[in-house]
């Protein structure tokens, strides 16, 4: 089965300190998770050159590709492009394709500050998909989104047929018994089948349910022998529904 992993680094010093809730990590992990990606790291950094292109250059190595949110705007603090210049060695260049949606969409007055926007490290591609105004910016394996939530949700679906791999398979099991009662048949099924994705999540305070398990492959196969085998060893009375 083919896998691919991604790495999603978040720039901005607003997120780090509480004034603005990052809602782009939840969103680009379940969007890249239907797709069959492995989100395998988030990084939430703050706006600086040295370490916005250390944590890209590193992620770039490391994962088969990056999306970063955040940082592209027309404001001083808007250091992302850069920063991922950096992280590759590049400097940054003025894209004429950008720079003329650009002068489209700034009023003169803010002109200057907008032409921001059109610089780009050397070397890079644009990527437009669906009806996205502004096309994604491509170094190498990284792309640079926005962190405006609207945009950076519309612009992953729109690259989305671009990550695609083979999909994960899941199985979700309910229980009302604790997860001290069942961690020796977890153990067990563990053993048994070691490529298993398994999680165990308690709930406090919900009436339903005490503990969701949640089984996941890329081999619909496997996950059904996996399942059934946990099924057969976890008590009757403690399941309340699966899924």
């Known amino acids: 089965m083919r896998e691919r ?38 990084a939430t950094i703050p ?8 944590e890209v250059a590193y992620c770039s190595r ?44 700034f009023r003169e007055r803010s002109l200057d500050a907008g032409l921001r926007m059109a610089q780009v490290p050397e070397g890079a591609v644009l990527n437009n998909a ?5 096309p994604t910016v491509q170094i190498e394996n990284v792309y640079v989104l926005p962190g405006i939530p609207q945009l950076f949700e519309a612009k992953l679906r729109a690259l989305s047929t671009r990550f695609a791999t083979d999909p994960y398979f899941m199985r ?29 999540y308690p709930r406090i305070g919900d009436p339903d ?12 196969d496997y996950l059904e022998r996996a399942f059934r085998h946990l099924m057969g060893l976890l008590p009757v009375e403690a399941v309340v529904k699966t899924e």
Do not use: W
């Not at 010093?13 to 069959?36: C, H, P, T």
């Not at 706006?47 to 250390?54: E, F, K, Q, R, S």
């Open 62 to 105: 490391k994962f088969d590709f990056v999306i970063t949110s955040g940082g592209v705007g027309p404001t001083h603090d808007d250091l992302t492009m850069e920063g991922v210049a950096r992280a590759f060695k590049r400097r940054l260049v003025m894209n004429p394709v950008l720079e003329k949606l650009i002068r489209e969409h």
């Open 209 to 220: 349910y005490r503990v969701k398990l949640t089984l996941e492959s890329k081999n619909a």
């Open 5 to 42: 992993s991604c790495a999603l680094v978040v720039v901005g010093n607003e997120i780090l300190s509480g004034k603005v809730q990052d809602s782009n990590a939840y969103f680009a992990a379940r969007e890249l998770r239907k797709i069959g990606v492995a989100l395998a790291r988030i």
């Open 172 to 200: 979700v099991i309910y229980l009302s018994a604790n997860e001290g009662v069942i961690a020796e048949h977890l153990n067990d099924c563990m053993r048994n089948f070691p490529e298993l994705m398994l999680g165990s």
């Open 47 to 54: 706006d600086d050159l040295d370490l916005i292109a250390g």
């Open 130 to 134: 669906g009806d996205i105004r502004f």
